[in-house]
């Protein structure tokens, strides 16, 4: 990978998934089940993380391609190489959590259609194929490619990275907390 910063992000998603791996609830064949009516089961959350990642992938099909065109004349600029836990801050101000958009949104029957290890084997794929996808793009090109998104303050590709990494140690820390995980 070409950017060392988002080389480190990639490196912290697998490190705390790999932490946070959901074994105790997956030995007990516990994946799909609520620990509250309205709040996801750990397969689903990772159905959520795995639809996240493979609509951004998608998205930057298209998009890197393009946003590369409209950055030549603005390299060498400083750019950013972390973002802020937008999640947390949302929750501050707002006093609730930031809603997923339906495309976001795991089906009500996805324990009936696949296996947990399945799940986790995709979203394993899925971040890879992304990780693929930007591995040949530098830190200074992926720090000038910006996406229109006010709420995390229109972060840039190597943001955008931290940004998922974030995300998913988000809902890590809900999952622990609703599950009373460690």
């Known amino acids: 990978m070409l950017s060392s910063y988002m080389k480190r992000h990639f490196e912290s998603i697998y490190w705390q998934r790999e932490a946070f791996g959901g074994h105790t609830l997956a ?7 609520r620990p509250l009516p309205d709040k996801w089961s750990i397969g689903e959350t990772y159905y959520h993380l795995y ?20 950055i030549r004349t603005g390299k060498r600029r400083p750019y950013k190489t972390e973002i802020a836990d937008i999640y947390q801050a949302y929750r501050n101000k707002h006093g609730k959590p930031m809603r997923a958009p339906s495309i976001l949104l795991p089906p009500k029957d996805i324990h009936t259609k696949l296996q947990f290890q399945q799940l986790k084997q995709d979203l394993h794929h899925e971040t890879n194929r992304l990780e693929r996808m930007v591995g040949s793009i530098d830190n200074e090109t992926a720090g000038h490619i910006r996406y229109p998104d006010p709420l995390a303050h229109y972060p840039n590709l190597i943001q955008s990275i931290h ?20």
């Open 27 to 33: 030995e007990q064949h516990q994946e799909w089940v």
């Open 51 to 70: 639809l996240l990642l493979k609509r951004f992938r998608q998205l930057n099909l298209a998009y890197i391609p393009l946003a590369k065109r409209f």
């Open 163 to 182: 940004l998922i990494g974030i995300h998913e140690q988000h809902h890590f820390n809900l999952c622990e907390k609703y599950y009373k995980i460690k």
